[in-house]
């Protein structure tokens, strides 16, 4: 693992789908969200979001609202949205800006770094130290621009999850660029559907007309193959680009090579994201379990800093909007089908075919964190 | 049970309301699914909804989603509604019709038979045999032109269950009946409820004015008093219909023998089915539990197949539907009453009267399939 | 407890929160509904609420729907609103008049005093005995106008439980007062929290800026600091009212003496009134826990019953409505925002300051109720 190589891919024949409770129990839910989303490292955004000092925005992670804030000297912190006098939430809106953080209800006010710095009458009580309640913090880390956090006491630190990765996805520029876009998806499947769907173009003739048109669905070359990263690229027909007009919608994201100039980029990072690296832009999904059955998945569409702008010339970002909402829309609609289906008792775990190898890596993978269910 | 004979309403004296567990347990409600409409033949609707070879329409039975299709050859079959691949829900619209169930997402076909004809890229599984990827299938049978399904694996056989009613009700030409207008009901009031509402008309004057006016609630005759059909007929006034206008809304629906066309049959037919024969129309509601608080009823309007038409004398089936909407919603809301009432811990089971003998014998019926509880 | 005496209000020292689980836990909650709700005398309204015989009106008490009725000699008793027939809901309205309660299912008639007086066709039954169905009924009994009842079948007598407060608040009126409007809330917080609110000012100069000009937070004086009823009176700036304008609305409500006339006095009364006593009205909170996330808040605002009237000089309920309707709907807010960060695992119990000397207090009576969790 110490240094990236081309891996080919390998179909295990006999690879099925996942058994039916891993898309329906509310325990094995429980645990994915115990021992996946409130212990690993999970992609919460992109530095971009917090830009200057005083900068925040609000997630929510394992079913815990958490805070991430610009501090003062530029560094970025976490912090649980709760206040330590009667655990009040203390940020309502999605982001915003603001000097410190004052709790709404009784005031108390912490600084950007957590530290309580204002509690009225407090200190008419005996014994009673601020600096027994700085707000709680979680472990935050960078990666390529996009910001991660973890609930965990002493996680992995990141560097070491990512070291596979290492350099690999330089030339597209990720730190620099900016979203211009995000929509939300509430949609009604379990979250391994998700990546079980955007792991294979299997399906693209038949669900994605204009997509296959554009992009063969059988031109498809995977270079990660197995773990907790896994994808490649498919091919986009020569001078055309994954929009509704089908012509480039933005300037290059960053310093293509040759052939990559016609080539999209498919790669998702276990366990909440997924990173599509178009020539002209970069389309983003995190993937948030809410229910066994029910999934809210934020999508970005990230474009080069200098190619924004309406007198940029050539910039279009609805183009590109519009033609990967639609697409996005039809995948959440088969993994909705799917997630009806596979609640029957008539289901039973159905045989992959070779095009469905990285759906069967992502199961092996998941199954290695979530092993005794 | 060879042969029907005529029996004599007997009133049990002492007979009370079922126990208030049966009308909230989630417990039960699944027994119920389990023991009864999981394993029972059901009835989910008649030929005529499916006339020629292709259509179909999909109906959920103990949860699960089942296609009924009329094969090439005439002959109806039905499906669990799940894709053999990766569990997809086949067939998404209530009904329509197709020369084969074709997969949304990988677009695996079978045949109306159910038999796997395309898996794209699967001959290249070492070892794959579409003759392993059958549709499963559901047992399937016809009462009177009704479709009954079950899930059980070996059911008794359908006319064996049915032997008691042979020849009963063949002057009604039920088999070539069609309904002019379905609809569907959302009841928040447990099934039983709905039986025990439809098997007595001692709550007719208060609650049915129009009704009782019609049909007078004491004039209920019943020759079905014990077991999975109970019922009888009650008469109506002399040259009226159970309708809005009080006059007959279409030809009669069979060869009606004399004192019959003033009379209008109620029959229970357990577990789902309750038949109103009324001498210009059928009424049929199809009862589905959805909880213990919740049930879905659909009701259709049957009339002669020569009745129908814009251009058929006196065909104004309206006239019927409004009337008994009317009438069911009536009844649909002291269900709902009753089901509040129930809930409470003041409830405890409650006297029924002489009028409310068919009620004690539906419970008696019901507590031989779910008696453990 | 024999005599009131005025106490001297003492901060315990280290007081915290209530731990996480009181707030989150279905089990607690099921706890408190059965071991305070469905056992202490709660307040369900006002004597006015039903001045005729033959008045009635309807609420629910944990979990059990209940009908309040005046009967013929001007008493007033409580029923559990089931028919005792087929257990039917019997009022369906939140309020009305009628001479009898009859089931709008089988025409089963009550008295206004519960017995069943007709029951068509039981007569039919061997050994039916109208005088074995009467109503179920309910404690109930009145203080200072308000009406409570128990669902215990021997509660101590509400005289007893309310002999600390004999005498205290006859000068307010308070039999004699009319509800002039009622708001209902529906709140997305624990309703200890709703509590915990009322009890303190600390929150008032950042949540309730006009509330706190009109009546300084520091000017809070208690002088009921332990048990069940608890309280005091904060100061009113001289010539102002609680109102919107900032003037009284109507005429006082009773006869106040001197200081009294610029006071507000705020009681708890456990576990579900709120007493809001102002000069020129009477606000009243009843608190009803639908959830352990989720409660029903009732709010009356009371005048003297000579000063409503459109011909009243200076009448203007609305005055006072809008304030108090502002104002609730910001301390909603703040339990609202409670409820979502203690649902944290970030919440740990938190310190009260010397100003929230009543919420803890309040506790500490809670957990004298449900002490075993």
């Not at 995000?182 to 391994?192: G, H, L, P, Q, S």
């Given at each position: 693992?110490?240094?990236f190589?081309?891996?080919?891919?390998?179909?295990?024949a006999?690879?099925?789908?996942?058994?039916?409770?891993?898309?329906?129990?509310?325990?094995?839910?429980?645990?994915?969200?115990?021992?996946?989303?409130?212990?690993?490292?999970?992609c919460?955004?992109?530095?971009?979001?917090?830009?200057?000092?005083?900068?925040?925005?609000?997630?929510?992670?394992?079913?815990?609202?958490?805070?991430?804030?610009?501090g003062?000297?530029?560094?970025?912190r976490g912090f649980?949205?709760?206040?330590?006098?009667?655990?009040?939430?203390l940020?309502?809106?999605?982001?915003?800006?603001?000097?410190?953080?004052?709790?709404?209800?009784?005031?108390?006010?912490?600084?950007?770094?957590?530290r309580?710095?204002?509690?009225?009458?407090?200190?008419?009580?005996?014994?009673?130290?601020k600096?027994?309640?700085?707000?709680?913090?979680?472990?935050?880390?960078?990666?390529?621009?996009?910001?991660?956090?973890?609930?965990?006491?002493?996680?992995?630190?990141?560097e070491?999850?990512?070291?596979?990765?290492?350099g690999?996805?330089?030339?597209?520029n990720?730190?620099?660029?900016?979203s211009?876009k995000?929509?939300?998806?509430?949609?009604?499947?379990?979250?391994?559907l998700?990546?079980?769907?955007?792991?294979?173009?299997?399906?693209?003739?038949?669900?994605?007309?204009?997509?296959?048109?554009?992009?063969?669905y059988?031109s498809?070359?995977?270079?990660?193959?197995?773990?907790?990263?896994?994808?490649?690229f498919?091919?986009?027909?020569?001078?055309?680009?994954?929009?509704?007009?089908g012509?480039?919608?933005?300037?290059?994201?960053?310093?293509m090579?040759?052939?990559?100039?016609?080539?999209?980029?498919?790669?998702?990072?276990?366990?909440?994201?997924?990173?599509?690296?178009?020539?002209?832009?970069?389309?983003?999904h995190?993937?948030?379990?809410?229910?066994?059955?029910?999934?809210?998945?934020?999508?970005?569409?990230?474009?080069?800093?200098?190619?924004?702008?309406?007198?940029?010339?050539?910039?279009?970002?609805?183009?590109?909007?519009?033609?990967?909402?639609m697409?996005?829309?039809?995948?959440w609609?088969?993994?909705?089908l799917?997630?009806?289906?596979?609640?029957?008792?008539a289901?039973?775990?159905?045989p992959?075919?070779?095009?469905?190898?990285?759906?069967?890596?992502?199961?092996?993978?998941?199954?290695?964190?979530?092993?005794?269910?």
């Open positions: 693992m110490s240094a190589r081309k891996t080919i891919e390998t179909f295990v006999g690879a099925k789908t996942l058994p039916q409770r891993y898309f329906v129990s509310p325990e094995i839910f429980a645990e994915e969200q115990a021992k996946v989303f409130a212990r690993h490292w999970v919460v955004g992109h530095q971009s979001q917090i830009a200057k000092a005083g900068d925040y925005f609000v997630r929510e992670v394992a079913g815990e609202s958490l805070i991430m804030v610009r003062k000297s530029g560094e970025m649980y949205n709760v206040c330590r006098h009667r655990g009040t939430r940020c309502e809106a999605a982001s915003g800006h603001a000097a410190a953080i004052q709790c709404p209800y009784h005031a108390w006010t912490y600084g950007l770094d957590g309580l710095v204002g509690a009225p009458h407090m200190d008419d009580v005996p014994g009673f130290d600096g027994d309640y700085a707000l709680r913090g979680v472990k935050l880390a960078l990666w390529e621009g996009f910001i991660f956090v973890s609930l965990a006491d002493k996680p992995v630190p990141l070491e999850v990512f070291a596979p990765l290492l690999r996805f330089t030339h597209w990720l730190p620099q660029l900016r211009a995000r929509i939300e998806y509430d949609v009604r499947a379990n979250w391994k998700i990546f079980e769907n955007y792991s294979e173009c299997y399906h693209c003739p038949g669900v994605h007309p204009l997509l296959s048109k554009v992009s063969p059988d498809a070359e995977n270079d990660l193959c197995e773990g907790p990263f896994l994808g490649g498919m091919t986009i027909a020569k001078g055309a680009s994954l929009t509704m007009s012509q480039a919608c933005a300037r290059p994201v960053g310093d090579k040759g052939a990559d100039h016609a080539r999209v980029f498919y790669y998702s990072i276990f366990p909440n994201l997924l990173l599509s690296m178009h020539p002209d832009y970069v389309l983003v995190q993937i948030w379990p809410q229910a066994p059955v029910r999934t809210l998945i934020l999508c970005d569409w990230f474009f080069h800093p200098e190619a924004t702008g309406v007198s940029a010339p050539g910039y279009n970002p609805e183009d590109a909007v519009e033609f990967w909402d697409t996005n829309k039809q995948d609609h088969v993994c909705e799917s997630q009806q289906g596979i609640a029957s008792r289901y039973q775990p159905g992959y075919s070779p095009r469905e190898s990285i759906p069967a890596a992502w199961d092996r993978e998941y199954l290695r964190h979530v092993s005794n269910s």
